[in-house]
Every structure is written in structure tokens, then in C-alpha cells.
């Protein structure tokens, strides 16, 4: 378990930590000082002299590091990122639900779960733990940057582990919207069953023909909306891009989608056009005291342009 953070977060954000590497008997330090071993650990691009004259990194005891400091073997060292100027993602985090234990939202699309490359204070977590004080505030599943819709937390990390085993459990239901063409040979409903894989560092998941199953997706039209369908998803198992994938295969992209079935290039901060699926509705008996759960998003489909809010109706 490593030491407390000397520093505070900033923009509801933790400080980013550090550690020199364990002493090797027998073998000297390959770094005299602690600046240089920082200039060797962080990229390029960091101006390390620059945030060592003004005492950015510090030590266990919260003691500003000097650049010629010698170097010292498992010690840990805290700094604050330095980050980009960030455009703000449209679209309001609703909260529906808040207690001691969870905090539940409908995030709009485009804005990230957790603070992650280019996406830092723009994330529900680092916005989150500042509006609402929650410096402990952690997501208690998956929900992709693209996606809108609801998002459960855990308010502190004494209550994560519950929560978390309950979805590992598939103890969670949950049920999304997607807006895609319609077909008229497709019957439906129908369950979609096959192996997906995504490879780490890609952006693109895959479907693996003839590996067993391990992705399945209910699949039914549940309303017509200007020419498109309004298909309610029912996952019953959380592969990476599954709903996504599925409705592609099917012959039904969802509109919007940005990766299936073609890949297109569109820059991360233009956010003209959603992607047309949503995380609507969750159930579930809470592992703490189990009452009964059921949370429903704010927002509906279609999704407008920019706002991820619901088009107003004609």
C-alpha cells in the first residue's frame, strides 16, 4: 500500500505518484540525482527543470524536491499534471439519484468516464468530485466516452467493493436505446451471440468466427422515430463496443457511430454529432441493504447535436 499523497487534488484530480526504482545489491544508481531520474522516468515534453524550480514535485513528507537532490532508491514522489486547455463538453450531468453510498447520472456523450489521455478535467469524475465535494468519487462500471446515459458511483471507496461484485455478477440489469435504420427482413426480436475481442491499444473490437461465445445482446424494435428504428438493447454480458458491434452486424449501425461498421475520422473535441445509443434504464437489489433499485435516464432518443439532450418533438 503505498503512502498518503502529500498534495491536495487539484481540479478535483489526484496528484500523479511516482516511485524510484528498488536498490540492486551491488549495482550503483544509474542516476546521481533525482532530476535527472525524472527526466529519465517522465516524457519529453515535461518540462521537469521547470517544475523543479518551482517546487512541483515533493516527497513523502511534502518536501519540494531540488534538481541536484541525490538520488534515493524506492522513494515515492508526487506532482500535478500538467494540463492541456481542454474545450468543454456540451451537455448537462444530470444527477438522478444521490445518497451516503451512490450517486447515479446521465452523462451526455462525448464526455469521458474517468480522466484518461486527452480527456482529464473534462470526465465525470474529475467534474463531479468538485461539484459535488465527493473527493473519493469512483465509477462503478464501464461506460464509454461515445455513450450517454447513466453512470453509477460509489460516493466513497469503502462502498466500491459491493457494488463492483454485483456487476461482476451480472447482478445488474441494464437496458439501453440505440437509433439505427430499420430492415424489414430482420426479425426480430432475436438474441446475437458470438465471440468478441478487442485488442489492447486498438480502437476497434472484433468479432472471432468460431471461438466460443462470450457476447450476447437481446435485440428488439421497440418504436419508429422519422424513418429510423428505436431498438431496445438488453446486454447480458459487457464486452468492450458489444452493443455497438451487434447492430452492426445486423445490418443496423447505430447512427453516429463513429467506428462501425467504417471507421471515420472525426477530431476528439468536434462534438456535432452523438452517438445514438443510451444507457436507459438500470435494476437492481442493492448488495448493502437490499432494497430494490431502479434508475431511469433524463434523457431520451434521438439525441440533438452537441447538447446530448432529447430532440424536442415536432
Not at 163 to 186: G, H, N, S, V
Request: proline share 10%; aromatic share 6%.
Amino acid at each position: 500500500m503505498p503512502p498518503r499523497s502529500p498534495l491536495p487534488a487539484r481540479h478535483g484530480l489526484d496528484a500523479a505518484r511516482l516511485c524510484t526504482p528498488p536498490p540492486a545489491r551491488g549495482v550503483p544508481a544509474a542516476w546521481p540525482t533525482m532530476g535527472a531520474w525524472l527526466r529519465h522516468r517522465l516524457p519529453t515534453h515535461v518540462d521537469v527543470a521547470g517544475m523543479l524550480a518551482a517546487g512541483e514535485f515533493v516527497d513523502e513528507d511534502g518536501r519540494a524536491l531540488r534538481d541536484d537532490d541525490p538520488f534515493v532508491p524506492a522513494r515515492h514522489v508526487w506532482f500535478h499534471r500538467v494540463l492541456r486547455e481542454e474545450p468543454v463538453v456540451p451537455g448537462t450531468i444530470h444527477v438522478v439519484h444521490r445518497d451516503e453510498r451512490l450517486v447515479v447520472v446521465d452523462k451526455p456523450p462525448f464526455l469521458s468516464t474517468i480522466p484518461r489521455g486527452r480527456h482529464i478535467v473534462q470526465s465525470v469524475v474529475v467534474r463531479l468530485r468538485a461539484e459535488l465535494d465527493l473527493p473519493e468519487l469512483s465509477p462503478l462500471h464501464r461506460l464509454d466516452r461515445n455513450t450517454s446515459g447513466l453512470l453509477m458511483l460509489a460516493t466513497e471507496r469503502r462502498w466500491r467493493g459491493a457494488y463492483q461484485t454485483a456487476f461482476e455478477r451480472r447482478a445488474i440489469d441494464k437496458t439501453y436505446r440505440a437509433l439505427a435504420p430499420l430492415r424489414a427482413d430482420l426479425e426480430l426480436p432475436t438474441v446475437v451471440r458470438n465471440h468478441l475481442r478487442k485488442v489492447r491499444g486498438t480502437t476497434h473490437a472484433e468479432v472471432v468466427p468460431d471461438a466460443p461465445v462470450n457476447a450476447l445482446t437481446h435485440v428488439e424494435l421497440e418504436r419508429e422515430v422519422d424513418g429510423l428504428g428505436v431498438y431496445r438493447l438488453t446486454p447480458l454480458t459487457g464486452r468492450t463496443h458489444q452493443l455497438r458491434l451487434h447492430l452492426s452486424g445486423l445490418g443496423i449501425p447505430i447512427v453516429g457511430d463513429p467506428l462501425y461498421p467504417v471507421e471515420r475520422e472525426i477530431d476528439l473535441d468536434d462534438f456535432r454529432e452523438p452517438l445514438q445509443l443510451l444507457a436507459a434504464e438500470v435494476r437492481f437489489t442493492d448488495p448493502v441493504d437490499g432494497q430494490r433499485r431502479e434508475f431511469r435516464a433524463v434523457r431520451e432518443l434521438p439525441l440533438t447535436a452537441e447538447t446530448g439532450d432529447a430532440q424536442p418533438e415536432a
